[in-house]
């Protein structure tokens, strides 16, 4: 059996990846990738000389380098390759569109031609717009993209929900919370926010920080995405979420908070995993300045047998519930 990963060198598809070929060691896996700035062949070390693994350096938006690497009757391709820094979209959103539009219905149409099983998308919950208070999106939530980014990915799941109907594609939709864990990406907010409160620099925030994100942990999410590409029903979205809404402020004081912990003295009972005094010191005037406490809520409230896949609904549903 082969499955067609694309985008794998990325955060969270080289944790699906690396996952996959761990669980299932004879499966045949294929990287799809075009090893952009995001995508980095060192998240995937642990698994390059596997016999079953593959990487193809490879375009979505390019239909022949796509039909080329996709095998016939493959059991399935599993798509998390994008464009995914909403930042840079605002900057220029030109390769969002070719990207995450174009390059989806490339592989659309190549998962027709080659007979593929499964079709699993990954979107993302930002297709919502923002969480307003303490609400988590549900199945009915309207469609309320706010930044180019989140409407590439609007766009791009239209397109699926477009081929289940038109051609009877098998496919399944997973809108995700915001992630976090190892190997992220350092332009995004909790590597960036750690690296600069690791060097004594300043940690950007947008507005007044209050925005509010869903956090999961990404070896949550690919539990859940293997989860769902295994028994999902087809032209059905599944949102999968850590039930862990955080304002921006409240994730920062996190980081930092867990930093001063590990800066905490010798003498004061817990040992210095980081001797380094003088970023010590920093730490601890930024949090006595803003009066944080110690917290680690985005690790206590994701513990690993949380439920995960929250919702669905049925592909048509949303039009008629609007
Ligand atoms: N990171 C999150 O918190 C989050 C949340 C919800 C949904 N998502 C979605 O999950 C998916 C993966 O996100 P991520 O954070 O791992 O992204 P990422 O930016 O870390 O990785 C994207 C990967 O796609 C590859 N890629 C980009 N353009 C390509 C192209 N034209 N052809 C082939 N490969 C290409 C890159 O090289 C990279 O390896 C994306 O679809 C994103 O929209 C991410």
């Not at 690497?69 to 390759?81: D, G, M």
Request: aromatic residues 6%; contains cysteine; glycine residues 6%.
């Amino acid at each position: 059996m082969a499955i067609f990963v694309t985008g794998g060198a990325g955060f969270i598809g080289s944790q699906f990846v690396r996952d996959w070929v761990e669980r299932y060691p004879s499966n045949t896996v294929i990287n799809f990738d075009k090893l952009t700035y995001a995508g980095n062949l060192e998240n995937l070390s642990s698994v390059a000389s596997h016999p079953s693994y593959r990487m193809i350096r490879g375009d979505i938006c390019d239909a022949s380098e796509v039909l080329r690497a996709l095998p016939q009757n493959c059991e399935a391709v599993v798509h998390f390759a994008a464009e995914s820094h909403v930042d840079r979209s605002i900057l220029s959103a030109t390769e969002f569109v070719r990207t995450n539009v174009l390059g989806t219905q490339v592989l659309l149409d190549a998962a027709r031609a080659r007979n593929v099983r499964r079709f699993l998308h990954i979107s993302t919950d930002e297709v919502g717009g923002s969480i307003e208070e303490d609400r988590l999106f549900h199945e009915n939530s309207p469609l309320a993209p706010s930044s180019p980014y989140a409407a590439s990915k609007t766009a791009a799941e239209h397109l699926v929900l477009a081929a289940v109907h038109t051609f009877g594609l098998n496919s399944v939709v997973t809108r995700t919370s915001n992630n976090y864990g190892p190997w992220q990406f350092p332009e995004k907010l909790l590597p960036l926010a750690i690296s600069n409160a690791m060097e004594g620099r300043p940690i950007p925030v947008y507005g007044d920080g209050l925005q509010i994100r869903d956090w999961v942990h990404v070896a949550n999410n690919t539990r859940a995405l293997r989860l769902v590409l295994e028994k999902g029903r087809p032209g059905a979205i599944y949102h999968i979420g850590g039930r862990t809404p955080l304002t921006n402020r409240e994730v920062l004081r996190t980081i930092l908070g867990s930093l001063g912990q590990i800066c905490r003295p010798a003498d004061s009972g817990r040992r210095s995993a980081r001797p380094r005094p003088a970023l010590c010191r920093r730490l601890f005037a930024h949090r006595m300045e803003a009066r944080l406490a110690p917290q680690d809520r985005l690790c206590r409230r994701n513990p690993p047998d949380n439920r995960l896949v929250s919702h669905e609904h049925r592909v048509g549903q949303q039009r008629e519930e609007r």
